[in-house]
């Protein structure tokens, strides 16, 4: 059994959005706060999230999320990567966090934190991670979980999209080749671009 928290399912900008006096923003409808794009999932052994954006650390307060067993990146934009440095309290603990991404949004992380990407510009409480390298061509392992990445066209940008058993996981979606839908046949769950 896998459970999945929604820790946020609002647009780049996050609603409300900052100075916007449209109404959906001075609403006080609890369904009109929403944060950055990503999910915790938990099993019995293991708790990770599908990206980390500028949210991430209001986030994990509200899902009382102790441990951090990884990081699975869909593609480099802020409003899915911004919060990685709010992993210091997982790395304190644990060690270094293991991180999921594809060679092109390691690249891009590598430029933009290059003090948790690059060994060599460490300095003192700097959060470090261990870098896992995957592509849309095979599944991997996270403990006993097989997850599969489901490549989606964000524009002409690819995006990682996961289905783990049942349940897959897509955003920024604007396209995806049918040979990556495939992928998706028989699914109980699918969260699509939230
Ligand atoms: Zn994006």
Same mark, same amino acid.
Request: proline share 5%.
């Given at each position: 059994m896998i459970k999945i928290t929604f820790l946020g399912t609002g647009t780049s900008q996050g #609603?409300?959005? #900052?100075?916007s006096t449209h109404p959906v923003c001075l609403s006080? !409808?609890? =369904? $009109?706060k929403r944060l950055r794009s990503s999910v915790l999932i938990e099993t019995e052994n293991l708790s990770f999230t599908i990206d980390c954006g500028p949210d991430f650390r209001q986030q994990m307060l509200k899902a009382q999320c102790?441990? +951090?067993d990884g990081v699975i990146f869909t593609h480099e934009h802020a409003d899915h990567t911004a919060g990685i440095d709010d992993i210091r309290p997982y790395f304190f603990r644990q060690g270094d966090i293991p991180v999921f991404a594809s060679a092109r949004v390691i690249e891009s992380l590598k430029k933009r934190f290059g003090y948790i990407f690059n060994s060599e510009n460490k300095y003192p409480g700097a959060p470090s991670v261990k870098v896992s390298e995957i592509d849309k061509r095979s599944s991997f392992q996270l403990d006993v979980l097989k997850i599969t990445p489901v490549e989606v066209m964000h524009n002409r940008l690819s995006v990682l999209g996961y289905r783990i058993g049942n349940f897959a996981y897509l955003t920024d979606v604007k396209t995806i080749a049918s040979e990556e839908m495939e =992928? +998706? !046949? $028989? +699914?109980?769950v699918l969260v699509l671009n939230c």
């Open positions: #609603i409300p959005m #900052i100075g006080a !409808n609890s =369904k $009109d102790e441990r +951090l =992928k +998706l !046949n $028989d +699914l109980d």
